[in-house]
């Protein structure tokens, strides 16, 4: 059985997908937590000068996304074939479409500059990508089940972390006003896991 290791910050974050992913298959790992104070004489050690990181047996991969997909083909959470394979990453990319008008509003220089970027994602980028997400959602058994096949996979953990947990409490404020019922019945069943539920009432607290 490997021996895995996650280095992240004490955050959600960029390693909160494969988090849930250990949760969910229940396999255990080392989740390790660095606090920013460490990370200037940890960060040289890192392949690539950044987190997060995952450990396999003595074998480092960086990368979030690189480790989320790996993490899914070994605990069976990408597709049962290439095309349910290829249907995930359509999720995974409008996903990182919908982390651009984020990441914009989360890092502007000026507190006129983020409010202006939150009203435009609230009103127009959250809407949008969200409606995205409905319809493929739709297009899978009319959306009552999951992204892609009969049962969880990447694209549905992605998701949740990304819509329904990457901003806490706040998440609803930005994406979940909007009109996209199946949306949001999505993210309460993954919610309601046993596994994940698990995991989002027993991990550390932090902000984002």
């Given at each position: 059985?490997?021996?895995?290791?996650?280095?992240?910050?004490?955050?959600?974050?960029?390693a909160?997908?494969?988090?849930?992913?250990?949760?969910?298959?229940?396999q255990?790992?080392?989740?390790?937590?660095?606090?920013?104070?460490?990370?200037?004489k940890?960060?040289?050690?890192?392949?690539?000068?950044?987190?997060?990181?995952?450990?396999?047996?003595?074998?480092?991969?960086?990368?979030?996304?690189?480790?989320?997909?790996?993490?899914?083909?070994?605990f069976?959470?990408?597709?049962?074939?290439?095309?349910?394979?290829?249907?995930?990453?359509?999720?995974?990319?409008?996903?990182?479409?919908?982390?651009?008008?984020?990441?914009?509003?989360?890092?502007?220089?000026?507190?006129?500059?983020?409010?202006?970027?939150?009203?435009?994602?609230?009103?127009?980028?959250?809407?949008?990508?969200?409606?995205?997400?409905?319809?493929?959602?739709?297009?899978?058994?009319?959306?009552?089940?999951?992204?892609?096949?009969?049962?969880?996979?990447?694209?549905?953990?992605?998701?949740?972390?990304?819509?329904?947990?990457?901003?806490?409490?706040?998440?609803?404020?930005?994406?979940?006003?909007?009109?996209?019922?199946?949306?949001?019945?999505?993210?309460?069943r993954?919610?309601?896991?046993?596994?994940?539920?698990?995991?989002?009432q027993?991990?550390?607290?932090?902000?984002?």
């Amino acid at each position: 059985m490997p021996t895995y290791k996650l280095t992240y910050f004490n955050s959600r974050g960029a390693a909160e997908v494969s988090r849930l992913i250990f949760a969910l298959v229940e396999q255990e790992y080392e989740d390790i937590r660095v606090e920013r104070s460490e990370w200037e004489k940890l960060k040289p050690e890192t392949p690539l000068g950044q987190l997060p990181i995952l450990n396999v047996d003595g074998k480092v991969l960086p990368q979030s996304l690189a480790i989320n997909r790996f993490l899914a083909r070994t605990f069976n959470l990408y597709g049962e074939n290439d095309w349910e394979k290829a249907e995930i990453d359509a999720v995974l990319e409008v996903v990182q479409d919908l982390f651009y008008p984020v990441r914009k509003m989360f890092y502007a220089d000026t507190d006129e500059l983020k409010a202006r970027y939150k009203k435009e994602f609230v009103d127009v980028q959250g809407p949008k990508y969200c409606g995205f997400l409905e319809k493929l959602l739709k297009a899978n058994n009319g959306g009552d089940g999951f992204f892609v096949g009969s049962k969880v996979s990447l694209a549905d953990i992605v998701v949740f972390a990304a819509v329904g947990d990457a901003l806490g409490d706040k998440s609803r404020d930005y994406y979940l006003d909007h009109k996209e019922p199946k949306l949001k019945a999505l993210i309460e069943r993954i919610r309601a896991i046993p596994q994940i539920n698990t995991w989002l009432q027993t991990r550390p607290k932090t902000e984002l």
